[in-house]
T-cell receptor, first 114, second 115 residues
Framework: SQQGEEDPQALSIQEGENATMNCSYK?????LQWYRQNSGRGLVHLIL?????REKHSGRLRVTLDTSKKSSSLLITASRAADTASYFC??????????????FGTGTQLKVEL | SAVISQKPSRDICQRGTSLTIQCQVD?????MFWYRQQPGQSLTLIAT?????????ESGFVIDKFPISRPNLTFSTLTVSNMSPEDSSIYLC????????????FGPGTRLTVT
């Protein structure tokens, strides 16, 4: 299985601090996506990084990918209480018939305190 | 990005009954997916639903238990059959847009409790 393992499982920080979450996986991938989930609701797509990319930014988010180490990190800068959520990485494999099969990591629960 | 809706948002069902979950996308999509998220767990892919063909099920999931329909490019249903308390989960629909960069979007989920 290429399910990702995320580290840490839980993270508690103060508002304004940066939060870093790590994702490791086992096999080759075509892309990696990060998602946010609030209180067991639907997933919000945050960012996709392709296997030939090393770093990507979107607003306060910075994602890195190191395919040699089979790992990715998500950095949230200047965190806010509204960032409190579970964050999941998902590794993607492009299928022969088209499409992209995602395999999800175990998730990191982030709590941002005022 | 595609906007995905699901119905119902939640339901409480009795053991032995079946529930059909509907997933509607606001644009035509190539592939739709159904995931299960058991309490406190990550997401597990149940099956991939392609229009005009049988769904492709992942290991551990079978058509008799989770029949899926995909009548057109914007709609799919997942039925959870002969439910037991172990089926209590959040069921999420997901879609991949045509010609996309492989960004995959999710619906709000259906929270199912089986008593």
């Amino acid at each position: 299985s290429q399910q990702g393992e995320e580290d840490p499982q839980a993270l508690s920080i103060q508002e304004g601090e940066n939060a870093t979450m790590n994702c490791s996986y086992k096999t080759s991938i075509n892309n990696l996506q990060w998602y946010r989930q609030n209180s067991g609701r639907g997933l919000v797509h945050l960012i996709l990084i392709r296997s030939n990319e090393r770093e990507k930014h979107s607003g306060r988010l910075r994602v890195t990918l190191d395919t040699s180490k089979k790992s990715s990190s998500l950095l949230i800068t200047a965190s806010r209480a509204a960032d409190t959520a579970s964050y999941f990485c998902a590794t993607g494999l492009i299928l022969t018939g088209g499409g992209n099969k995602l395999t999800f990591g175990t998730g990191t629960q982030l709590k941002v305190e005022l | 990005s595609a906007v995905i809706s699901q119905k119902p948002s939640r339901d409480i069902c009795q053991r032995g009954t079946s529930l059909t979950i509907q997933c509607q996308v606001d644009s035509q999509v190539t592939m739709m997916f159904w995931y299960r998220q058991q309490p406190g767990q990550s997401l597990t892919l149940i099956a991939t639903a392609n229009q005009g063909s049988e769904a492709t099920y992942e290991s551990g999931f079978v058509i008799d238990k989770f029949p899926i329909s995909r009548p057109n490019l914007t709609f799919s249903t997942l039925t959870v059959s002969n439910m037991s308390p172990e089926d209590s989960s959040i069921y999420l629909c997901s879609a991949l847009e045509q010609g996309s960069s492989y960004e995959q979007y999710f619906g709000p989920g259906t929270r199912l409790t089986v008593t």
